[in-house]
């Protein structure tokens, strides 16, 4: 018994020995991606709805009636609200519960990037791997999209298990055991896309298949996958078994699917190419080279053997970004994510295989060719973006102590890169830099993160109304009425679990506004009654008329007043 339990203990710690780097990796994602998720308030009106409707279900509003209080929502992601619910009540009412979910798809996004091209029989520590896994980490959408409470993540996770098990499947030797669980994995993640965001995570992955089998004449990833019918019968039980559960419990459901949902990010035709610019950040031009190498040049190449994965994950960014940009939901474009750094760390790991000692020193590298585009790409995009971003998004103004030293880090980045892929006169010591400029240049793309999640924070803190939801917590009781004056801030339902007035609100889009008033003298008559109101409005507005009696100050937060007609 004793040599059983030390033979236990020995294979724990040669485990945790020859695992130590991916662990470490592992361990610091984990603290990157939930950092202070739970320490700054919603942002509206994305969050605000996508934390409100949980909270809803939770308080007893039913688990298929989206409802923001009284106020009816339709949205498709019933599989991310019904998380949402359970961590709510798991682990209790805050910004933590309803982001956790969101932070853990972050990290389930990095793995999707790894499997898909992790070669077979090698172990995760392999360079491709941890390149990889820096990549997806630490490109700034994909730690965008997980730091927000909203189906997006989720969405763009369940897409990277697809993506990475379609590439598997079509381009890796596999036993037909291992050909079947990947088969299974590809159908049971568009079908858990479809659960948590909607028709789109069932559509897009196979449609997306389907066109590149045709222009490419390479079908055998979707013979394979439609072929077993065990996987394709779980597609169709479980996507007819979903919709004929939302038809009995609520038929309105199905309408809901195909409503405008609130969206955080509007496209705007001046903002897309810098958004989509910012969202690659620290890896366009990476990414830039990576794609040039794996587009054919001909139309015979379509349909040779060169049109393989590389070629099928850059189409695979273009098909959902493109749909991302027609839908007109800019988050969306979150499911690139794994296709990029899967791209990016394959290609990455290529170049660094290919440089030799006794490669002439005249020759151009394709590492050095991305390492100029990345400083010619980030150099002015840092430089004049940050202030273009400020004067775009006022809200980030209060986040220049997070997003200037965010802007610092990359600009070390490039630094470090261009400094260990300049030319030397002896290739032995060229060759030796590669692998310092894969390292550390990971390390320093993780180091960006700290200051990136601070960027939440400090916007947050100024746009947010927690402190004024929070003392309306504490001070609402039975017969009191909560007024929105010119906005529309779904957040606040989920601080106070109190039903509010809106006079003179903006519509969102999905959400049915519930009780409402237009014009001031039925504002006054609500503030003439003898139970006490509250009133929320921006500091910059004035009211039509003044009030009839007096009024007291109770809260100010992110541009926003709290005002009462009664001092207690």
Request: with cysteine; glycine share 10%; net charge positive.
């Given at each position: 018994m004793q040599k059983e339990g030390l033979d236990k203990e020995y294979s724990s710690m040669n485990f945790l020995v020859h695992n130590r780097k991916p662990l470490l990796f592992l361990a610091l994602l984990f603290y990157l991606y939930f950092r202070g998720i739970g320490d700054h308030g919603l942002l509206d009106p994305i969050e605000g709805v996508n934390a409100s409707v949980p909270l809803t279900m939770l308080a007893g509003g039913g688990g298929f009636v989206p409802r923001v209080g009284n106020a009816l929502c339709a949205g498709k992601a019933m599989g991310t609200w019904w998380l949402s619910a359970v961590s709510l009540g798991l682990l209790g009412w805050g910004e933590f519960s309803v982001r956790f979910w969101p932070a853990l798809a972050g990290l389930g996004m990095t793995l999707a990037a790894v499997l898909a091209v992790k070669p077979a029989g090698t172990s995760f520590r392999t360079r491709r791997c941890w390149l990889t896994a820096s990549v997806s980490a630490g490109t700034t959408l994909g730690f965008a999209v997980s730091q927000i409470a909203s189906s997006h993540a989720l969405y763009a996770c369940c897409m990277g298990f697809v993506m990475a098990a379609f590439v598997r499947i079509g381009n890796q030797p596999l036993s037909q055991r291992e050909e079947r669980g990947w088969i299974l994995l590809a159908h049971a993640a568009s079908l858990a896309a479809f659960i948590v965001h909607g028709p789109e995570g069932i559509l897009l992955p196979w449609l997306a298949l389907l066109f590149f089998s045709v222009m490419t004449g390479h079908s055998g990833t979707l013979t394979a996958c439609m072929s077993w019918w065990p996987a394709t019968v779980l597609s169709l039980a479980g996507t007819a078994g979903y919709l004929l559960l939302l038809w009995l419990q609520n038929p309105l459901l199905l309408r809901f699917m195909f409503y405008e949902s609130p969206k955080f990010l509007a496209p705007d035709g001046k903002l897309v190419l810098a958004f989509l610019l910012m969202g690659t950040i620290p890896?366009?031009?990476?990414?830039?080279?990576?794609?040039?190498?794996?587009?054919?040049?001909?139309?015979?190449?379509?349909?040779?053997?060169?049109?393989?994965?590389?070629?099928?994950?850059?189409?695979?960014?273009?098909?959902?970004?493109?749909?991302?940009?027609?839908?007109?939901?800019?988050?969306?474009?979150?499911?690139?994510?794994?296709?990029?750094?899967?791209?990016?760390?394959?290609?990455?790991?290529?170049?660094?295989?290919?440089?030799?000692?006794?490669?002439?020193?005249?020759?151009?590298?394709?590492?050095?060719?991305a390492v100029a585009l990345n400083i010619l790409i980030l150099t002015p995009l840092i430089l004049a973006g940050i202030p273009l971003a400020v004067k775009g998004f006022p809200l980030l103004k209060g986040a220049l102590l997070s997003l200037v030293p965010w802007g610092l880090f990359v600009m070390i980045f490039l630094f470090a890169s261009w400094h260990y892929a300049r030319r030397t006169r002896e290739p032995e010591a060229w060759y030796r830099k590669m692998p310092k400029l894969a390292r550390n240049g990971s390390v320093l793309v993780l180091l960006c993160l700290m200051p990136l999640a601070g960027v939440f924070d400090l916007a947050a803190v100024q746009g947010g109304i927690r402190p004024v939801g929070l003392t309306l917590r504490g001070a609402v009781s039975r017969g009191d009425t909560i007024i929105q004056y010119g906005v529309h801030r779904p957040s606040l339902f989920f601080y106070t679990l109190h039903d509010y007035v809106l006079l003179h609100s903006p519509q969102l889009p999905g959400v049915v506004s519930g009780e409402g008033i237009r014009d001031d003298t039925a504002l006054h008559n609500l503030w003439r009654k003898k139970d006490r109101a509250f009133l929320l409005i921006r500091q910059d507005q004035r009211l039509a008329s003044p009030l009839p009696d007096?009024?007291?100050?109770?809260?100010?937060?992110?541009?926003m007043l709290l005002l009462s007609n009664r001092s207690n």
């Amino acid at each position: 018994m004793q040599k059983e339990g030390l033979d236990k203990e020995y294979s724990s710690m040669n485990f945790l020995v020859h695992n130590r780097k991916p662990l470490l990796f592992l361990a610091l994602l984990f603290y990157l991606y939930f950092r202070g998720i739970g320490d700054h308030g919603l942002l509206d009106p994305i969050e605000g709805v996508n934390a409100s409707v949980p909270l809803t279900m939770l308080a007893g509003g039913g688990g298929f009636v989206p409802r923001v209080g009284n106020a009816l929502c339709a949205g498709k992601a019933m599989g991310t609200w019904w998380l949402s619910a359970v961590s709510l009540g798991l682990l209790g009412w805050g910004e933590f519960s309803v982001r956790f979910w969101p932070a853990l798809a972050g990290l389930g996004m990095t793995l999707a990037a790894v499997l898909a091209v992790k070669p077979a029989g090698t172990s995760f520590r392999t360079r491709r791997c941890w390149l990889t896994a820096s990549v997806s980490a630490g490109t700034t959408l994909g730690f965008a999209v997980s730091q927000i409470a909203s189906s997006h993540a989720l969405y763009a996770c369940c897409m990277g298990f697809v993506m990475a098990a379609f590439v598997r499947i079509g381009n890796q030797p596999l036993s037909q055991r291992e050909e079947r669980g990947w088969i299974l994995l590809a159908h049971a993640a568009s079908l858990a896309a479809f659960i948590v965001h909607g028709p789109e995570g069932i559509l897009l992955p196979w449609l997306a298949l389907l066109f590149f089998s045709v222009m490419t004449g390479h079908s055998g990833t979707l013979t394979a996958c439609m072929s077993w019918w065990p996987a394709t019968v779980l597609s169709l039980a479980g996507t007819a078994g979903y919709l004929l559960l939302l038809w009995l419990q609520n038929p309105l459901l199905l309408r809901f699917m195909f409503y405008e949902s609130p969206k955080f990010l509007a496209p705007d035709g001046k903002l897309v190419l810098a958004f989509l610019l910012m969202g690659t950040i620290p890896w366009p031009g990476f990414l830039i080279r990576a794609v040039w190498e794996a587009i054919p040049r001909d139309r015979d190449s379509f349909r040779s053997d060169w049109a393989g994965p590389d070629f099928f994950i850059v189409f695979w960014m273009f098909f959902f970004g493109l749909f991302a940009l027609l839908m007109g939901d800019l988050l969306a474009l979150g499911a690139c994510v794994p296709a990029l750094a899967a791209l990016v760390g394959a290609a990455f790991d290529r170049w660094l295989e290919a440089e030799a000692p006794g490669d002439s020193p005249a020759d151009v590298s394709p590492l050095q060719i991305a390492v100029a585009l990345n400083i010619l790409i980030l150099t002015p995009l840092i430089l004049a973006g940050i202030p273009l971003a400020v004067k775009g998004f006022p809200l980030l103004k209060g986040a220049l102590l997070s997003l200037v030293p965010w802007g610092l880090f990359v600009m070390i980045f490039l630094f470090a890169s261009w400094h260990y892929a300049r030319r030397t006169r002896e290739p032995e010591a060229w060759y030796r830099k590669m692998p310092k400029l894969a390292r550390n240049g990971s390390v320093l793309v993780l180091l960006c993160l700290m200051p990136l999640a601070g960027v939440f924070d400090l916007a947050a803190v100024q746009g947010g109304i927690r402190p004024v939801g929070l003392t309306l917590r504490g001070a609402v009781s039975r017969g009191d009425t909560i007024i929105q004056y010119g906005v529309h801030r779904p957040s606040l339902f989920f601080y106070t679990l109190h039903d509010y007035v809106l006079l003179h609100s903006p519509q969102l889009p999905g959400v049915v506004s519930g009780e409402g008033i237009r014009d001031d003298t039925a504002l006054h008559n609500l503030w003439r009654k003898k139970d006490r109101a509250f009133l929320l409005i921006r500091q910059d507005q004035r009211l039509a008329s003044p009030l009839p009696d007096d009024v007291h100050s109770v809260a100010e937060a992110g541009g926003m007043l709290l005002l009462s007609n009664r001092s207690n």
